[in-house]
Protein backbone atom coordinates (compact mmCIF):
# COMPACT_ATOMS: atom_id res chain seq x y z
CA UNK A 1 0.00 0.00 0.00
CA UNK A 2 2.90 2.62 0.68
CA UNK A 3 3.14 5.68 3.09
CA UNK A 4 3.21 9.30 2.51
CA UNK A 5 5.17 11.70 5.10
CA UNK A 6 5.23 15.41 4.63
CA UNK A 7 8.00 17.40 6.19
CA UNK A 8 8.50 21.04 6.20
CA UNK A 9 5.44 22.46 8.38
CA UNK A 10 6.05 25.44 11.32
CA UNK A 11 5.42 28.92 12.18
CA UNK A 12 5.84 31.54 9.69
CA UNK A 13 5.06 35.23 10.17
CA UNK A 14 2.92 36.59 7.70
CA UNK A 15 4.21 37.75 4.40
CA UNK A 16 7.13 34.76 4.76
CA UNK A 17 7.26 31.07 2.66
CA UNK A 18 7.05 27.81 3.26
CA UNK A 19 8.31 24.78 1.52
CA UNK A 20 6.33 21.48 2.48
CA UNK A 21 7.31 18.23 0.81
CA UNK A 22 5.82 14.63 0.29
CA UNK A 23 8.12 11.74 0.25
CA UNK A 24 6.98 8.12 -0.52
CA UNK A 25 7.94 4.52 1.03
CA UNK A 26 6.44 1.79 -0.25
CA UNK A 27 5.81 2.69 -3.75
CA UNK A 28 7.60 5.30 -6.62
CA UNK A 29 6.31 8.64 -5.99
CA UNK A 30 7.05 9.38 -9.52
CA UNK A 31 4.58 6.97 -11.13
CA UNK A 32 1.70 9.08 -9.51
CA UNK A 33 -0.50 12.17 -9.50
CA UNK A 34 0.01 14.13 -6.26
CA UNK A 35 -2.30 16.31 -4.61
CA UNK A 36 -1.78 19.06 -1.84
CA UNK A 37 -4.76 19.08 0.53
CA UNK A 38 -5.73 21.73 3.53
CA UNK A 39 -7.81 21.66 6.53
CA UNK A 40 -8.24 24.28 9.06
CA UNK A 41 -9.95 23.65 12.10
CA UNK A 42 -13.93 23.76 11.59
CA UNK A 43 -13.20 23.39 7.96
CA UNK A 44 -13.91 21.56 5.20
CA UNK A 45 -10.21 19.85 3.47
CA UNK A 46 -9.54 22.11 0.40
CA UNK A 47 -7.57 21.24 -2.27
CA UNK A 48 -4.66 23.24 -2.76
CA UNK A 49 -2.25 21.75 -5.37
CA UNK A 50 -1.77 18.78 -7.89
CA UNK A 51 0.63 17.75 -9.99
CA UNK A 52 0.58 14.38 -12.82
CA UNK A 53 3.20 12.01 -12.62
CA UNK A 54 5.20 13.58 -15.15
CA UNK A 55 4.35 17.35 -13.94
CA UNK A 56 2.47 17.50 -17.58
CA UNK A 57 -0.49 18.79 -15.42
CA UNK A 58 -0.23 21.45 -12.46
CA UNK A 59 -3.49 22.81 -11.06
CA UNK A 60 -3.81 25.41 -7.99
CA UNK A 61 -6.61 26.54 -5.56
CA UNK A 62 -7.98 29.93 -6.28
CA UNK A 63 -6.98 30.46 -2.34
CA UNK A 64 -3.61 30.14 -2.92
CA UNK A 65 -2.57 30.78 -6.85
CA UNK A 66 -0.17 33.11 -7.57
CA UNK A 67 1.61 32.13 -4.22
CA UNK A 68 2.18 28.51 -4.44
CA UNK A 69 4.16 26.29 -6.85
CA UNK A 70 4.36 22.76 -6.69
CA UNK A 71 6.89 20.63 -8.33
CA UNK A 72 9.00 17.82 -8.65
CA UNK A 73 12.46 17.08 -6.66
CA UNK A 74 14.57 14.32 -5.07
CA UNK A 75 15.74 14.62 -1.62
CA UNK A 76 18.06 12.38 0.04
CA UNK A 77 17.78 9.57 -3.17
CA UNK A 78 13.87 10.09 -2.77
CA UNK A 79 11.68 11.38 -4.73
CA UNK A 80 9.41 14.18 -3.71
CA UNK A 81 6.88 16.42 -4.13
CA UNK A 82 7.29 19.77 -2.89
CA UNK A 83 5.06 22.57 -2.53
CA UNK A 84 6.52 26.33 -2.08
CA UNK A 85 4.23 28.55 -0.27
CA UNK A 86 5.27 32.34 -0.75
CA UNK A 87 3.05 36.02 0.81
CA UNK A 88 1.57 33.45 3.45
CA UNK A 89 -1.53 34.42 5.18
CA UNK A 90 -2.83 33.97 8.78
CA UNK A 91 -5.47 31.86 6.63
CA UNK A 92 -3.43 29.91 5.54
CA UNK A 93 -2.53 28.28 8.62
CA UNK A 94 -4.01 24.07 8.42
CA UNK A 95 -3.09 21.43 8.27
CA UNK A 96 -1.12 20.43 5.23
CA UNK A 97 -1.74 17.07 3.62
CA UNK A 98 -0.21 15.13 0.76
CA UNK A 99 -2.53 12.41 -1.17
CA UNK A 100 -1.79 9.83 -3.77
CA UNK A 101 -4.64 9.76 -6.45
CA UNK A 102 -5.87 6.71 -7.52
CA UNK A 103 -5.72 7.05 -11.47
CA UNK A 104 -3.57 9.60 -12.60
CA UNK A 105 -6.63 9.83 -15.78
CA UNK A 106 -8.73 11.84 -13.09
CA UNK A 107 -5.97 14.76 -12.73
CA UNK A 108 -8.60 17.31 -13.80
CA UNK A 109 -10.98 16.28 -11.08
CA UNK A 110 -7.84 16.98 -8.49
CA UNK A 111 -10.07 18.61 -5.85
CA UNK A 112 -12.17 15.72 -5.14
CA UNK A 113 -10.78 13.68 -1.78
CA UNK A 114 -12.48 10.51 -3.13
CA UNK A 115 -10.06 10.53 -6.17
CA UNK A 116 -7.48 9.71 -3.58
CA UNK A 117 -6.27 6.33 -2.12
CA UNK A 118 -3.60 6.70 0.20
CA UNK A 119 -2.95 10.04 2.31
CA UNK A 120 -0.06 11.61 4.63
CA UNK A 121 -0.94 12.50 8.50
CA UNK A 122 -0.33 15.93 7.75
CA UNK A 123 2.10 18.56 8.54
CA UNK A 124 0.68 21.66 10.89
CA UNK A 125 1.57 25.46 8.94
CA UNK A 126 0.69 28.40 11.14
CA UNK A 127 1.01 32.01 10.24
CA UNK A 128 1.61 34.62 12.76
CA UNK A 129 0.18 37.98 11.99
Known amino acids: QGQLVESGGGLVQEGGSLRLSCAAS????????IGWFRQAPGKEREGVSAISYNSEYIFYGDSVKGRATVSRGIAENRYTVDLLLSDLKPEDTATYYC????????????????????WGRGAQVTVSS
Open 26 to 33: GFTLGEYA
Open 99 to 118: ARMRDGRWIKHWKLTNKYNL
